[in-house]
């Protein structure tokens, strides 16, 4: 009974399988003097002992830990092929065949290519692969589910601790209120179905189906249904026709999403609307708060030049380029807009976030390109910060800097979306999606955040597009674009601009 429990959702994280994984945040360089962390797997309900293995944080400037493929392999139980020769590695598990090369991101699933955050490294006699992997590449091609705690570096194999926990609707004279219960501050967009029903995609969230479910109308709404997609939760809210207006924002620090429902247009809320975390309809364009000035932050510059691609251009010249007309852009459309690098020196990451929160900035873009040494792989991609796992924060307390961008991840994520959107509109350039991603320089922006990686300068294409002037202008306009509509809509609640 639980194991064909396990295997129904399994079945259904494999069959939409991580996005995110597909993509490439920013480089990591190798810290070759990381020192041990203890990785703790178990295996609740089941009769195998749990077992403590040595993993590394091998890439710099990021939590993301690494382990060796020896431990992976008695873990999964799967077969290893390991070619000294070109430092590869063949995991065999099932009739699935996973291939790894030290140093590369691209990972070889049967017959897909994924992309992994950072490579695996050949160390000590042994390719240290990260968890990534195992969490996100690995697990769905088994009969289990995986559960990756990164503070407490603990991988639950077998059963998985919802971070969505409950589910709770409130009434008042003319609006309802959908009030969902999460562990920690996740990320999510308001969608808007054809057929009276709006859907919450929460990014990184593990629903309980069982608890975020309601058959019983109440107030506006009819019918609450919640499922789990690959990374993601979907909770899926089925509501009265006499709503005329939506919008949803968080409280308790990003861990409860309220998603507001009003009987009639341009009625208050009844109920007192806190946070800082604010998204809304028609087109999921976040709103509360005014959207005037604008951080560009173009990525590295000084003696970092970022990635190298075809005839030698460069990443810190190429994103401070189109940084220059992202400004003039916004610049022609009223905006105050504020570089935190003007010119080729370069910054400090944390005076980045610094910079930003200090002009007041009301959005933050990050922009960086990509590189990849299979030049095939091209597109255009949206990040932002992954919540932090186990969170347990005093509301009253002074908020660590760390922890200051976690509180606008709805925005970040909803930015992120809009950004995605406008760029696949209006410019001709593949987009490969949104994604989450540990990403150290956004952590204590206090603004909604995204890293846009704008192409990748190992291809043909993109990099054309790159250095063409015009191309580059029309992608700015694009980014702009997304910029325009949030802050209209902000501007439509009352908002001033
Ligand atoms: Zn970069």
Redesign the pocket.
Known sequence: MATRFLITLLTLLASVGPTFAQMSP??ASLNQNAESVDVRISFPGQDRKSVTLEGRRLATGTDLVHLPAAAIERVFRAGRLWDEGERRLQLRLGVHRCTLTADSRLVRIDDEERLLPVPPRALDGDLWVPMTFVVDMLAPLTSELFAWDQDQLHLIVGGVRPNIEGLDVRTAARSTQVRLQCRVPLGWRLEHGADGTLSLKIYGGVVDTRAVRRDQPRGLVQRVNSRQTGDNAEVIVTVSSLVSRTRSHAEDDGRTIVLVLEEEAGTLPDLQVRGEVTMAEPDQLRGERHVEVIVIDP??GGDDH??RGRGGIQ??DV?LRVAHDLRDELKDAGFTVVLTREDARGIEPDERAERANLVGGDLFISL???AWFDSRIQGFEAWFLEAAGGVDQDPTAFVPWTLVQQQHLAGSADLAEHVTTRVAEQFDIPVRGVGQADLPWLMGVDMPAV?L?LGYLTNGDDTDRLEDRRDRRRLAAAIAAAVKDIAAYSASLGGER
Do not use: I, L, M, S
């Open positions: 920013p480089e990525g590295h970022g990635v990443e810190d994103v960086h390109a990509n890293v990686e």
